[in-house]
């Protein structure tokens, strides 16, 4: 048992040197510090610039496509015309007609039939730089497919990223208040352990003075070590939810937080949070645009049945010992029409109207499956609150009952259990008053993550009808 003392003495010595290096946070602040600096958010940004350039990209299938080519060839010889094999005939012509004709013509026949009659096309080594051009006319609805599908994609990142938000609050929430809990709960075991000590030092005395027996004194010695664990217990818990919630802020800093939890005396009927949800939320949206997205996959497989119409065009603006028979620029237009492909674009267009209705039972299941929840949570909540009167007016009373026995105890009419018992009762009431609270809210959390506006929580916590609770009123 000494040594149990001496280590909470320890923890007790270093708890404060631990709150002031803290500092102290509110449930706005913490939201803020969240939404702007959790690693989660700042993916969920990149996937959004990513979504929202490659629709940029699906943009540029409508305009032309130009490039720039350069080429140079090395032939194994030129490319040309040998009409020398002609020379023997026509020299035959010529002697035969030698009598007729007038000697300069003579001479000048005599002087072409030495020459070479070889005409060169190409030389064997040539290059060229130029450029073509391509603009789509007809695609069959391609483009427009291509860019309808890229606008969903950007939705569904926008989507996917208030998604991660709202889970972020529930997240949050369930950290913040978690800490608050355990806090106050540690606050609680140390006045159990407060209170302990006391009866202890009580039972010590009337055992010397003969008014109690040595086995109430025990008792009481028994459960003031066990009031003793139970205390570094809930500062070990303290630690690692501190952890947790720094984790989630993404610091290194110590918080404490400083809002409480807080139970609503009015709040909407279920109903309300159900049309918010088929309003507002991420995932009803996100199932949508799967559906739109599906459709537009299923109008790309259809305009695979349709003719691809382009213009072309291409020049040359340099050109290395290329022939001048060749033409420096080309203008034109090419049509591409499947005729038969082993019925590929048939099962591929069947399989997309497939997935389109396949989507569309998804939804539906999504759209129930958010109602159902949004019950589930709404009735969490409120049971929770429920609680609230029956457990007012246990704490009322184990306050009384408590006061009651330890002056009993001290005049000799109530034994060390009774006061152990009476004491515990309490603690187990304040503890179980602060973890209501804490459902409460962790409950209402959720359920305005699954209707999409969970950075609306702070305000219900504003609201007049809220009551705030603590681990003593």
């Known amino acids: 048992m000494k040594k149990v003392i001496s280590v909470l003495l320890l923890c007790t010595g270093l708890v404060p040197a631990l709150r002031a290096q803290e500092r102290l946070l509110t449930l706005?602040?913490?939201?803020?510090?969240?939404?702007?600096?959790?690693?989660?958010?700042?993916?969920?940004?990149?996937?959004?610039?990513?979504?929202?350039?490659?629709?940029?990209?699906?943009?540029?299938?409508?305009?032309?496509?130009?490039?720039?080519?350069?080429?140079?060839?090395?032939?194994?010889?030129?490319?040309?015309?040998?009409?020398?094999?002609?020379?023997?005939?026509?020299?035959g012509v010529v002697n035969s007609m030698s009598s007729l004709l007038p000697p300069p013509v003579l001479t000048q026949a005599s002087q072409l039939l030495k020459a070479d009659w070889s005409i060169p096309l190409q030389d064997r080594s040539f290059g060229t730089v130029g450029a073509n051009i391509s603009i789509p006319i007809y695609t069959g609805g391609k483009i427009n497919a291509a860019n309808r599908a890229a606008k969903i994609q950007v939705g569904e990142s926008q989507q996917q990223d208030q998604r991660n938000r709202n889970a972020l609050v529930s997240e949050l929430i369930e950290r913040y208040y978690g800490l608050s809990l355990a806090l106050q709960v540690t606050e609680v075991r140390k006045q159990v352990l407060e209170g302990m000590r006391q009866h202890l030092q009580d039972a010590v005395e009337?055992?010397?003075?003969?008014?109690?027996?040595?086995?109430?004194?025990?008792?009481?010695?028994?459960?003031?070590?066990?009031?003793?664990?139970?205390?570094?217990?809930?500062?070990?818990?303290?630690?690692?939810?501190?952890?947790?919630?720094?984790?989630?802020?993404?610091?290194?800093?110590?918080?404490?937080?400083?809002?409480?939890?807080?139970?609503?005396?009015?709040?909407?009927?279920?109903?309300?949070?159900?049309?918010?949800?088929?309003?507002?939320?991420?995932?009803?949206?996100?199932?949508?645009?799967?559906?739109?997205?599906?459709?537009?996959?299923?109008?790309?497989?259809?305009?695979?049945?349709?003719?691809?119409?382009?213009?072309?065009?291409?020049?040359?603006?340099?050109?290395?010992?290329?022939?001048?028979?060749?033409?420096?620029?080309?203008?034109?237009?090419g049509v591409t029409f499947k005729i038969f492909d082993g019925l590929n674009r048939e099962y591929k267009y069947s399989a997309a109207r497939t997935q389109v209705r396949q989507v569309e039972a998804l939804g539906q299941k999504a759209n129930n499956d958010v109602l159902t929840l949004i019950d589930k949570l709404y009735n969490e909540m409120i049971t929770y609150k429920e609680q609230f009167p029956s457990l007012e007016a246990s704490y009322a009373f184990a306050v009384e009952y408590l006061r009651i026995k330890e002056e009993a105890f001290k005049e000799g009419m109530a034994s060390s259990s009774d006061v152990v018992d009476a004491r515990l009762n309490l603690a187990k009431i304040k503890t179980e008053r602060l973890q209501a609270a804490y459902y409460y809210d962790l409950m209402l959390a959720r359920l305005?993550?699954?209707?999409?506006?969970?950075?609306?929580?702070?305000?219900?916590?504003?609201?007049t009808s809220a009551q705030h609770i603590r681990y003593e009123e």
Request: with cysteine.
């Open 206 to 333: 009337l055992e010397k003075n003969g008014m109690i027996a040595r086995g109430e004194r025990l008792y009481a010695e028994v459960h003031t070590s066990e009031a003793e664990r139970d205390y570094l217990k809930s500062i070990k818990t303290v630690e690692t939810l501190r952890s947790a919630l720094a984790n989630t802020l993404n610091t290194q800093t110590t918080y404490t937080p400083v809002s409480t939890m807080f139970i609503l005396d009015e709040i909407e009927s279920v109903d309300h949070f159900k049309q918010m949800a088929l309003s507002h939320s991420p995932v009803l949206k996100q199932v949508s645009l799967k559906r739109d997205l599906a459709i537009t996959g299923m109008k790309l497989q259809r305009a695979d049945f349709a003719p691809q119409i382009a213009l072309m065009g291409a020049a040359s603006f340099y050109n290395y010992q290329v022939t001048h028979l060749m033409p420096r620029w080309a203008v034109g237009a």
């Open 28 to 91: 706005d602040e913490a939201l803020n510090m969240t939404l702007t600096e959790n690693p989660q958010i700042q993916a969920s940004a990149y996937q959004t610039e990513a979504a929202i350039k490659e629709r940029k990209a699906a943009y540029g299938l409508r305009l032309p496509k130009v490039n720039v080519t350069g080429a140079y060839a090395y032939m194994s010889e030129d490319i040309g015309f040998d009409l020398n094999g002609l020379k023997d005939p026509i020299g």
């Open 448 to 463: 305005l993550e699954a209707c999409g506006l969970s950075q609306s929580l702070p305000e219900y916590a504003k609201r």
